[in-house]
């Protein structure tokens, strides 16, 4: 089972990175608030970046990197890692415009 790291942009502008075996379903979570406490208090704006590892342990690793990255390094990973445009499109069907880069 392939494991994905993700990065959420928030409201207020932070980053939230977690992993999770199915993006679409973690996102859905978060924008109803059942997700991560952070994202409760700081309710998600967009997905930036999603990237695939073939394991949760690879996928943890990954995380914990990027968690202790600066701000600006964790953006250069969603530009280089972006959500893919498949993924953003079914988002943006399940929660309005909610999931899509564009709005």
Known sequence: MS???YV????????????ATDVARRWAEHVAGRG??????HPPLRLLAVAPYPDRSTASRAEYALK???PTA????????PAPLDLLAVL?????SVGNPES
């Open 8 to 19: 959420i942009e928030c409201r207020d502008g932070s980053l939230y990175t977690g992993i």
């Open 36 to 41: 991560a406490r952070y994202t409760r208090a």
């Open 68 to 70: 202790q990255l600066k």
């Open 74 to 81: 964790k953006r250069h990973f969603c530009q280089t890692n």
């Open 3 to 5: 494991w994905f790291l």
């Open 92 to 96: 943006a069907c399940e929660a309005g």
